[in-house]
């Protein structure tokens, strides 16, 4: 299988180029990346644990989906299609924000810069996950999900709590 490309910007979101996946993450180079915020109709977030083959923080609790787009596709194309590729489910997705950031992986010591497009939907049915993308999903009230997160922060993706500072949890 052809090793999955990314596509390099700066803060402006302006195109630089292309890079392989595992290169811009060993070297930190900003990227374009996708988040996606699923909820039911309760009001409870959907969040995965990441597989245990991901090549960087596996077993950690993330947002619904997460991913990066293609060259020549749009943040939104990348969402409706990772929805469908990590969850094997769609629903219409309407974009939130955007934002920047840096993490390193002390594990391995791949590091996120990701110019990332954050997305929220609504869904109400089984969710039947890839598991060679997904370990386990959870619906979760937001406010228990807060304080899962500031008594458990290491097992939350770094990105992850970045998005829960910027959204409106009631």
């Known amino acids: 299988m052809k090793e999955e490309k990314v596509v390099l910007v700066n803060e402006a979101n302006e195109f630089l180029g292309t890079m392989n996946k595992m290169e811009a993450h060993e070297k930190g180079v900003l990227h374009r990346a996708i988040s996606i915020l699923i909820y039911n109709s309760q009001g409870e977030m959907l969040i995965q644990q990441r597989a245990k083959t991901k090549y960087h923080w596996p077993m950690i609790w993330s947002n619904a989906v997460c991913s990066h787009p293609r ?25 939130l924000y955007q934002f920047v950031y840096q993490a390193k992986d002390e594990t391995t010591g791949l590091i996120e810069h990701e110019y990332d497009v954050v997305f929220q939907g609504t869904y ?47």
């Not at 060259?71 to 309407?94: G, M, P, W």
Request: with cysteine.
């Open 71 to 95: 060259e020549n596709e749009s943040f939104q194309e990348a969402a409706d299609r990772r929805l469908k590729e990590e969850l094997n489910i769609s629903c219409s997705l309407s974009e």
């Open 124 to 170: 109400d049915a089984d969710i039947p996950f890839n598991s060679d993308e997904v370990n386990a999903i959870q619906w979760i009230k937001p406010q228990q999900l807060i304080q899962e997160v500031i008594s458990t922060p290491e097992k939350f993706s770094f990105w992850f709590k970045e998005i829960l500072k910027k959204i409106e949890i009631s």
